[in-house]
């Protein structure tokens, strides 16, 4: 124990695996009462269940303890972070406890809701006369214990989440990771469920150069910035600057966890009542090998772009932190005005930033127009970029934790 204690870095790394190892174990334990071949076929028809599953650590494949993964954490830290942008006197009040409590109240909400779902997407998998100890139950029951056990899982991942944000590595988002990578071959291969991508060795070769040029442009890209100049005149050191970061890539790789699953959800939902209702418009409209459909998907990239790039800023509330810490923009008058020039900046690197997203995201449908099976490197490079992203946030805390091990004063 005490050579754990004298290595941080090596104690955290254990943690970190042996939290992903009951993930995984989590993951593969079925619900009891269900049918597992009628449950995969079931969930297997809602496309969008399986994109939403890879980018928050879900498993949609078949109910299982950890089905919902970090899905409804992740969805309530974006509707939080959503309440915290309308900058409201209550709640800018709160303490971190009361913040923390009423998060997890959110997610608690939406892990309900979001069970509920499941559970009614499986209602053709559940066995009558289940059997627990000698028992027999109806199909009420086991409706009713699935959802409390997909609940309770739901919490019992974001627990551990946040138990590796506290002693592990890689903080809550490394949950995510198994799922991501797991789920990369099936993305190439038939991502969208339209075309399957072949995975002969000349099919894999352009693969991994292209992943490869991915990686490399989009590290660039998360590289650049827009450093605005800011002075605080009451400070002793007066004449010394500091600056606002604005990262070209505001939204980081946040578009990519759901753009797919929007794109799908309408067209999951009610393929089977527009295709006798006249909706084939619609149906055009979420197809990603039409013209209509690519258009539509840039444009949810887009809109995805701006509005995580809004929560992740603020440039409203940044400004008025600022008037109260007496921090001033060279050559901007305080208040209204700062708080003009920081949206005009938030939006001009959103704007650069939400087309790169787009380029990468749109160009591959494109090229699908004419090689089928192509443009499941959508799907593919979006789940690449949110594992960059990831694996960088995981790479600078080893690196921090490692120096913080090795420095010495004398």
């Not at 009951?22 to 496309?47: F, S, W």
């Not at 699935?146 to 991942?157: K, P």
């Not at 995975?199 to 693969?207: D, E, G, I, K, S």
């Not at 409209?285 to 258009?295: A, D, M, S, V, W």
């Amino acid at each position: 124990m005490k050579f754990f204690r004298q290595h941080d870095l090596l104690q955290r790394g254990l943690v970190m695996f042996l939290l992903l190892a009951i993930l995984l174990i989590g993951q593969a334990i079925i619900l009891p009462g269900i049918n597992p071949e009628i449950a995969h076929a079931a969930l297997a028809k809602r496309t969008y269940l399986g994109l939403l599953g890879i980018s928050v650590g879900g498993q949609f494949k078949l109910p299982t303890i950890f089905t919902l993964g970090l899905g409804p954490y992740m969805t309530g830290l974006i509707v939080w972070q959503a309440i915290s942008a309308l900058d409201l006197e209550g709640i800018n009040r709160l303490s971190l406890s009361q913040t923390g409590y009423l998060q997890k109240i959110i997610t608690l909400v939406l892990a309900i809701l979001q069970s509920s779902q499941i559970v009614r997407y499986l209602q053709p998998a559940l066995v009558s006369g289940t059997q627990i100890g000698g028992v027999s139950f109806n199909k009420t029951f086991v409706s009713a214990s699935a959802m409390l056990i997909l609940i309770a899982g739901s919490m019992l991942t974001v627990f551990l989440g946040e138990f590796n944000a506290d002693k592990g590595l890689g903080g809550i988002s490394v949950l995510i990771l198994p799922g991501i990578i797991l789920g990369l071959p099936q993305l190439l291969q038939k991502g969208w469920k339209l075309h399957h991508y072949p995975l002969t060795h000349y099919h894999l070769l352009v693969a991994a150069g292209l992943t490869l040029l991915v990686v490399i442009i989009f590290i660039m890209l998360l590289q650049i910035e827009l450093r605005i100049p800011v002075q605080n005149p009451f400070l002793v050191d007066a004449g010394r600057q500091s600056y606002l970061p604005f990262r070209l890539l505001v939204a980081g790789s946040m578009p990519f966890m759901f753009s797919a699953t929007i794109f799908t959800l309408p067209r999951s939902i009610f393929k089977s009542s527009l295709d006798h209702n006249g909706g084939h418009w619609l149906l055009q409209l979420t197809n990603p090998q039409t013209g209509i459909g690519i258009l539509m998907y840039g444009i949810v990239l887009m809109f995805l772009s701006y509005a995580f790039g809004l929560i992740t800023i603020q440039p409203l509330k940044l400004a008025k932190q600022m008037k109260e810490n007496d921090e001033y923009l060279i050559n901007v008058f305080p208040g209204v005005y700062t708080s003009r020039y920081l949206m005009q900046r938030f939006l001009g690197m959103a704007t650069i930033g939400g087309f790169c997203l787009v380029g990468l995201g749109v160009t591959p449908l494109i090229i699908g127009l004419y090689a089928p099976g192509f443009e499941n490197f959508t799907l593919y490079f979006g789940s690449v970029v949110i594992l960059i992203t990831i694996m960088q946030s995981l790479i600078d805390q080893v690196r921090a934790l490692y120096t913080r091990q090795q420095y010495q004063i004398f």
